[in-house]
């Protein structure tokens, strides 16, 4: 199995989307979020319920896939290797650095006279540090440390159950992420927390990076497959079908709402679509990246290596602006339009003329180093 081309660029695409999320969402009804402006739009609120159902778990099947991969064609050294240069680097010098801007400004609104200094003396302690949209690094290196643990244990198990068909194997992985979904609600609060991990969103995302190290190893699900346009157009309805579904669910069932105070049946219906809608998604995803991104070239390995970086940048950036026009007086559509057009700029521009050409940055960003 050769370099994958579309999963390398379809991974870049779950992230680069997350700019135009978090642009999204300070302009989204029925979100809460760190900044938000007054006037509000209901689409941009389903626009990011949209995004939201499968663009992280997509990510992790992604880095699950990639992870079963490097250990079987390069061993255990060379994933931690990789692990501790590309994921845990950029996670310790984000939590440092960049997170603490999102609390900051969370602060500043609150009470504007709070200094830089003050404020970060009281946020590096236990009671107050959290990850912003670091969480995903940090989740992600624990989901790599556990898999080391376990690969050769989850090798076993895919030979010993010898499925028969591409179904039987992809109902099999929503099932098994569905139940262990499901158990982990009925047992834990939506704000339960272990030094800033919330352990919710940590068994959900973790079943997604499962899927993907089972994905690998049963060569399905993010494996491109010919298959007619036909088939490719239904998956594609039915994704739009279970997240229309899933965005009612989270408007009129939110998951902050603890289990035992809710319909049992109800909420377990908003699971089930929580967890299906990321594995359609991402089936009708590998399929068009397969069609429209599956050939290597300078713009694509440009965003390939730019992608993490970026991300990285973009959420300060994009909070930034969002403290800054708050109260200016223009449309909610002009304020969007311009938030991802000083966002996407600003992220590139640093990107290229200070990350990419400096080695330390290119360390700390979890870049190679030439």
């Given amino acids: ?103 900051f400004l969370m602060e500043k609104i609150k009470s504007p006279n709070v200094g830089l200094l003050e404020f970060l003396y009281l946020f590096f302690t236990k009671e107050n540090f959290q990850h912003s949209h670091i969480w995903f690094l940090v989740d992600l290196f624990c989901f790599s440390m556990i898999f ?30 569905f139940i262990l979904v499901l158990l982990a609600h009925t047992q834990i609060g939506k704000g339960e927390s272990y030094f800033g991990i919330f352990k919710l969103t940590f068994v959900y995302q973790f079943t997604f990076f499962l899927s993907g190290v089972f994905s690998f190893y049963g060569k399905d699900i993010l494996i491109l497959k010919p298959s007619s346009h036909l088939k490719t157009i239904a998956n ?73 970086p970026i991300y990285l940048l973009h959420h300060p950036i994009s909070l930034s602006y969002a403290y800054i026009v708050r109260d200016l007086q223009f449309s909610i559509w002009e304020k969007f339009l311009f938030h991802n057009v000083v966002v996407l700029c600003f992220s590139f521009l640093m990107y290229e003329f200070l990350i990419r050409r400096s080695k330390p940055l290119r360390f700390l960003f979890g870049l190679k180093i030439h």
């Fill in 1 to 103: 199995m050769g370099r994958l081309i579309y999963l390398d660029n379809l991974r870049s695409f779950a992230l680069l989307l997350g700019i135009v999320f978090h642009s999204a969402i300070v302009y989204a009804a029925d979100i809460k979020y760190a900044i938000q402006t007054e006037e509000r739009s209901q689409i941009l609120s389903y626009f990011c319920y949209w995004i939201h159902s499968f663009r992280m778990p997509m990510f992790y099947m992604i880095s699950g896939f990639f992870s079963a991969m490097v250990i079987e064609k390069k061993g255990t050294n060379f994933y931690w290797e990789g692990r501790f240069k590309r994921v845990l680097i950029p996670t310790i010098f984000g939590l440092i650095f960049l997170a603490p801007i999102q609390y």
């Fill in 148 to 177: 080391l643990l376990v690969h050769k244990w989850i090798h076993k198990v895919t030979n010993w159950v010898q499925w028969k068909t591409f179904n039987r194997r992809t109902f099999f992985l929503i099932g098994f992420s």
């Fill in 236 to 308: 594609l309805l039915w994704a739009i079908i279970v997240s229309a579904l899933f965005m009612d669910f989270e408007i009129f069932d939110p998951l902050w709402i603890y289990f035992s105070y809710v319909n049992p049946w109800y909420r377990s219906f908003h699971i089930f679509l929580w967890v299906l809608s990321p594995f359609l998604w991402t089936m009708f995803f590998v399929s068009l990246f397969g069609f429209l991104g599956n050939k290597e070239g300078k713009l694509g390995s440009y965003i390939i290596d730019a992608s993490l």
